[in-house]
């Protein structure tokens, strides 16, 4: 661990996002309080102002404070998307650490869970339990985690039962250890890289499915400030006005992408002799994963 993280300090891309990404959840954590408006509050008189030491973004069709948005809109689609990562990785590493370690019977009855919920797009079923529970942050995050928990137990579990091929493993099988003791001592510290790739890599697309659900009317609901209700607020001014929808779509692009290189950069941290064709057949695979969703 000492080496990865020596090796993580050394690449500057990895610093560059892991210094942005805190500064959009530090953000959106603080936005009650650095925010300079009301996120809510409408001003028509002061509609489609122009970007101003006032209003540093302008303000949209309604006279809000865009950057005041911007801020609020972090709370919910960054720090939504984070919760609902949480919720999916707890499911995946307790269920994934269960067959990857028992084998038989239970994981043979959980990988058949999986293969029924794998069977259905993840985005298909996303809009079908957002359409039987209903528009709502909360719906949204049932929804997500319910869409792509038994992609995460697949893999987790693929993982657990590399490390329990491993010697040491063995041993402290022989030895008499716990099965908490093995699981938290040898198996997790070593598998937890790997799952946190896997986690940072897909966040990017947590917050493309919540902002695609809000753009689409399906997800938050106005006049909750969020970026993709953002962009379907300013779609129906976008010939007259088109730079009310910079904001929100940069903000997007830049925190999709950042989590994209910041998963990339740990991937490598975990694994320095990572060569040129390993990476591309790991990007196979989740591009793969992705066709397969």
Same mark, same amino acid.
């Given at each position: 661990?000492?080496?990865?993280?020596?090796?993580?300090?050394?690449?500057?891309?990895?610093?560059?996002?892991?210094?942005?990404?805190?500064?959009?959840?530090?953000?959106?954590?603080?936005? !009650?309080?650095?925010? !300079?408006?009301?996120?809510?509050?409408?001003?028509?008189?002061?509609?489609?102002?122009?970007?101003?030491?006032?209003?540093?973004?302008?303000?949209?069709?309604?006279?809000?404070?865009?950057?005041? /948005?911007?801020?609020?809109?972090?709370?919910?689609?960054?720090?939504?998307?984070?919760?609902?990562?949480?919720?999916?990785?707890?499911?995946?590493?307790?269920?994934?650490?269960?067959?990857?370690?028992?084998?038989?019977?239970?994981?043979?009855? +959980? &990988?058949?869970?999986?293969?029924?919920?794998?069977?259905?797009?993840?985005?298909?079923?996303?809009?079908? %339990?957002?359409?039987?529970?209903?528009?709502?942050?909360?719906?949204?995050?049932?929804?997500? +985690?319910?869409?792509?928990?038994?992609?995460?137990?697949? &893999?987790?579990?693929?993982?657990?039962?590399?490390?329990?091929?491993?010697?040491?493993?063995?041993?402290?099988?022989?030895?008499?250890?716990?099965?908490?003791?093995?699981? /938290?001592?040898?198996?997790?510290?070593?598998?937890?890289?790997?799952?946190? +790739?896997?986690?940072?890599?897909?966040?990017?697309?947590?917050?493309?499915?919540?902002?695609?659900?809000?753009?689409?009317?399906?997800?938050?609901?106005?006049?909750?400030?969020?970026?993709? &209700? =953002?962009?379907?607020?300013?779609?129906?001014? =976008?010939?007259?006005? #088109?730079?009310? %929808?910079?904001? !929100?779509?940069?903000?997007?692009?830049?925190?999709?992408?950042?989590?994209?290189?910041?998963?990339?950069?740990?991937?490598?941290?975990?694994? #320095?002799?990572?060569?040129?064709?390993?990476?591309?057949? /790991?990007?196979?695979?989740?591009?793969?994963?992705?066709? &397969?969703?």
């Amino acid at each position: 661990m000492v080496g990865f993280w020596k090796r993580f300090k050394a690449d500057k891309i990895a610093l560059i996002v892991s210094g942005f990404l805190g500064i959009v959840v530090i953000s959106a954590l603080l936005a !009650p309080f650095i925010s !300079p408006y009301d996120p809510t509050v409408l001003d028509i008189g002061n509609k489609f102002a122009e970007p101003s030491t006032a209003h540093w973004f302008g303000t949209d069709q309604l006279g809000r404070d865009t950057f005041s /948005r911007i801020l609020w809109g972090g709370r919910v689609t960054v720090l939504l998307s984070i919760v609902t990562m949480m919720c999916t990785i707890g499911i995946g590493i307790i269920l994934g650490f269960t067959a990857g370690y028992f084998r038989g019977w239970i994981d043979e009855i +959980v &990988m058949r869970i999986c293969d029924i919920m794998l069977s259905f797009p993840s985005e298909v079923l996303i809009l079908t %339990m957002v359409g039987i529970l209903g528009t709502g942050i909360v719906n949204i995050v049932i929804a997500t +985690v319910i869409a792509k928990w038994p992609w995460y137990v697949r &893999m987790i579990r693929s993982i657990v039962i590399q490390f329990m091929e491993k010697n040491y493993i063995r041993f402290a099988k022989v030895s008499g250890c716990s099965i908490g003791h093995i699981v /938290r001592k040898h198996v997790l510290p070593g598998a937890i890289g790997e799952i946190g +790739v896997l986690a940072t890599l897909d966040t990017g697309s947590i917050i493309l499915n919540i902002s695609a659900l809000s753009f689409l009317g399906l997800g938050v609901q106005a006049p909750t400030a969020e970026w993709g &209700m =953002m962009l379907n607020e300013a779609k129906s001014i =976008m010939i007259t006005n #088109p730079q009310n %929808m910079l904001p !929100p779509g940069i903000a997007i692009f830049l925190v999709v992408a950042a989590f994209n290189f910041l998963g990339d950069s740990i991937q490598e941290a975990l694994n #320095p002799q990572l060569d040129k064709s390993y990476k591309i057949k /790991r990007q196979s695979i989740f591009k793969r994963k992705k066709e &397969m969703a």
